[in-house]
């Protein structure tokens, strides 16, 4: 049997290497104006994303652009089920207007993070995902809280693994304000992707085997060298007879 893996990037953020970034992706999270992102940068990345043939989803965030999603905004779970829908409406609407579908849903930054662990949270983006489209895929860490609610729903979830970030021995990322939350050496990232594809394990921060379920990597679009990791990353993934492929296709 060969192995797939899906590669997503986040997109729509305000970088300049989206464009070449999507000829080594299968997938792609869009940023949908709350932490980054407005109607014309959502309008550019779609269309490119069309060119390029490769899944698209929608990327919603805390609302707050100085911190990119990144710090943790107090809101109860109406407010964040209810912001979650309308950044997904937002997308949607664009992708209709270009005759695209929208296929999956990923949280960004801090709402990823809090989701990965935090009951309420969670409930709330599967309910807002379910309320938009019960047929879109959630994207979600590995063993996290998010993918349980999903599958509790009969969402579909798509376990992903970060392979250029440090893992803690409960299979949670390490926070970015430890000074060991990134992978910075293209080559170990590599690797530690191929290992959490063909074995389902990484190696936490602490030497910890750490069990993961890879259905899709995370490649991100923000890094200072995020090209040159992920044309490394589909290399490698490509040399060792690994298929890399969306979940469910593009059109």
């Known amino acids: 049997m060969i192995a797939t893996v899906d590669l997503n990037c986040d997109m729509g953020e305000g970088y300049a290497s989206d464009t070449e970034l999507m000829e080594f992706v299968s997938s792609v999270n869009i940023a949908c104006g709350a932490h980054a992102g407005d109607r014309d940068t959502m309008q ?20 707050d652009r100085m911190s990119f999603g990144r710090k943790r905004i107090e809101q109860s779970e109406g407010e964040i089920s209810a912001s979650v829908t309308s950044q997904i409406n937002e997308l949607q ?19 990823y993070n809090l989701a990965a662990t935090d009951i309420a949270t969670a409930r709330a983006i599967v309910q807002a995902v379910r309320a938009v489209d019960p047929q879109l895929m959630l994207f979600g860490l590995a063993g996290s809280e998010l993918l349980r609610q999903a599958e509790a729903i009969e969402l579909r979830g798509i376990s992903e693994v970060f392979a250029d970030r440090t ?29 959490m594809v063909l074995q389902g394990k990484i190696m936490s921060a602490d030497g910890f085997e750490v069990a993961v379920r890879a259905d899709t990597i995370c490649i991100h679009g923000d890094g200072e060298h995020a090209l040159v ?13 690994i298929e890399v492929r969306s979940p469910i296709g593009t059109v």
């Open 93 to 111: 609407q664009v992708c209709i207007s270009s005759g695209a579908q929208l296929k999956h849903v990923k949280p960004h930054g801090a709402l």
């Open 229 to 241: 990791f992920a044309k490394t990353i589909r290399r490698t993934l490509n040399e060792s007879q």
């Open 167 to 195: 893992y803690q021995n409960d299979g949670t990322l390490t926070p970015r304000t430890e000074s060991n939350a990134l992978v910075t050496n293209v080559d170990e990232s590599a690797e530690r992707a191929l290992r």
């Open 44 to 63: 550019l990345t779609v269309d490119n994303a069309l060119r390029a043939n490769v899944a698209i989803g929608a990327h919603p965030g805390f609302a």
